[in-house]
C-alpha cells in the first residue's frame, strides 16, 4: 500500500449548530484521482475548503506526503502544493488570462515587458502539456466559462500545485468540455498528481475516478474502489437509503397556447444575432425542452421571455395578450417565473437570508405588505413553512444565503419562484448542482407545475434530464429552433446530431 499523499484526521467544523464536518478521516494518494461524493449539503466543499486553507479546522490533524502540516491560509496551503479550484472562480475580470496567473507576484507589471514575455511562455507550456487551452492574451470576461475554468486550473499548476482540488468543476461545462477536462486530469494522474473532485454526477465518477469517499451529514461514511463499487451502492450509501429513480408517468394535455413567439430577433452581446427568427409555443399543462449546447442563444432566450432583455424584432404572446417592451416587473405580475442560470449572480442576493430572497419578487403584493409596510410576522412564517415545505437546509432564517450549500441555494430559489403558482416557468439548467435526491425533487416539481396547468420552458444541456420530462423537446442550435421531437418520438442520438447542426435527419423534419 502506497503513502497517502493527503490525509485528513478526525477533522471537526462546526458553523454555528451545524457540524458541517463531524470527526472526518480522509485520504488521498498521489497519481489517482479521488471522488468525493455526498448530498448537498454533507459537508464536501468545507472539507475541501479546510485543506486549501479557505477555513481553519476546530479541531483533527492534517498531514501532506507524511508530515503534519499546519494550514491556516490559502497561502500555507499553496506552500505545501495545495491548489483548489472553486466553483465560483476567483479571477479578475479586466486582466488578461496571463495576468490573472501571475498576479501577486509583483506588484506591478507592464503588458509588454520582457518579464510578462518569459511568464507567457511558460504558461502557454503548461498549458500545452496539460491539454488546457484558452486565449492567454483576452481579458476574462471575453473567455467562456469553460475557458475560465483552464485558467484557475493552469493557475494552480503554475503555483507549483501537486494536490489538485476541484469542487464539482463539471457542472459549469458543456458535456464536449467535461471530456476534456477528465482528459486533462488523467495528465494530472499520469504526472504523478494527486487530484480530488466532487461532483453530483455518478456516470462521471464511476468513468474516470480510481477511488470514492462517501460524506453524509458531515460524517465521512466510506471510502471505496471505483471498480469494486456502483452507481446504486454510492446512491444508497449517500442517501442512506434506497432510491427508486422512477421515470415520471404523464397523462397527455391539451392546453391552450401559453406563450408563443414568432420570429424573435436579438442583438448579442458582440454584433451577431443571438436569437435568429426563432419561433416557438408553449401550452397550458405543457413541458417544453430546449436542448442545444451551451451559447447558441438559450440565455438570450430566457432573458427575453422574463423582460431582461429587449428584442429587434418579432413577435411575443403571452397569456393572448402581446408582450410591447421588456419589463421584469411585467413579466413577474403576468406569471412569468424565472430559474435563472446563475443563482448567485441573478438569482439570490447573498448577503441576505431567506426571508428576504422569498420576498423579493412578490414583497408588495397585498399578501405581504400593507401600506407601504411588510407584514413581518406573517412574512416570516410564510418563509418558515416555505423553508420546510421545500427542505431547504439553513441553520436559521436569516442566515445569508451565500453560506447555504448549493444545493439548498436551489431549493430555496426554486421555493420563491414557484410560491405564487406561476403561470409560465422558465427553468435554465435547473437542477445543476444538485444531487440526486434533490434534483428528483426538482423534476417532481415541474410535472406538478405541469399538472396544475402551467407552462414549463425546460431549457437544459442534460439530455436525460430532456427527455424524462419534456412533452417536446425542441433543439436551439445558432439562435434558432432547428429541431423538434415529440416525447414519444425523441431519439437522443437524433438530438445529439441536431444540437452539432445537422438538421436534414431523417423523421425529425422541423
Ligand atoms: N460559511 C458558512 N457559514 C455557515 N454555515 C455554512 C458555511 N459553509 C457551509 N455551511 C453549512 O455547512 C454544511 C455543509 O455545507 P457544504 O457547502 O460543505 O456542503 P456540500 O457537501 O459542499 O454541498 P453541495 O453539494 O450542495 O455543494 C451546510 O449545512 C451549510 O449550510
Ligand atoms: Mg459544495
Known sequence: MQDPSVEMRGIVKKFGAVTASDQVDFSANAGEIHALLGENGAGKSTVMSMLSGVYRADAGEILIHGQPARIRSPKDAALLGIGMVFQNFRLVQSLTAAENIVLGEKSSFWRGSKWMRNKREEIEALGERFGLKFPVDRPIWQLSVGEQQRVEIVKTLYRGADIIILDEPTSVLTPGEAEQLFATLRVMKQAGKTVIMTTHKMKEVMASSDRISVMRKGKMIAALKTHETDELELARLMVGREIAISRQEREATEGAPLLVVRNLEVAADHGRNALDALSLTVHEGEIVGVAGVAGNGQKELAEVLTGLRTWRT??????????KTASVRAAIDSGISHVPENRMKSGLAGRLGSVDNLLFKSYRSEEHSRFGFL?????????????????????ELDTPVQQLSGGN????????????????????????????????????????????GSGVLLISEDLDELLQLSDRILVMYSGSIIGESDHEHADREVIGLMMAGIRSVEGSAV
Not at 441555494?409 to 435547473?430: D, I, N
Open 314 to 323: 418579432g413577435e411575443i404572446i403571452f397569456d393572448g395578450s402581446p408582450v
Open 375 to 395: 407584514k413581518a410576522a406573517r412574512n416570516r412564517s410564510w418563509s418558515q413553512e416555505l423553508v420546510r415545505r421545500f427542505n431547504v437546509k439553513t441553520p
Open 409 to 452: 441555494q436551489q431549493k430555496l430559489l426554486f421555493a420563491r419562484e414557484v410560491s405564487h403558482q406561476p403561470k409560465l416557468m422558465v427553468a435554465v439548467h435547473p437542477t445543476q448542482g444538485l444531487d440526486v435526491g434533490a434534483a428528483a425533487g426538482v423534476h417532481e416539481l415541474l410535472m406538478e407545475l405541469r399538472g396544475s
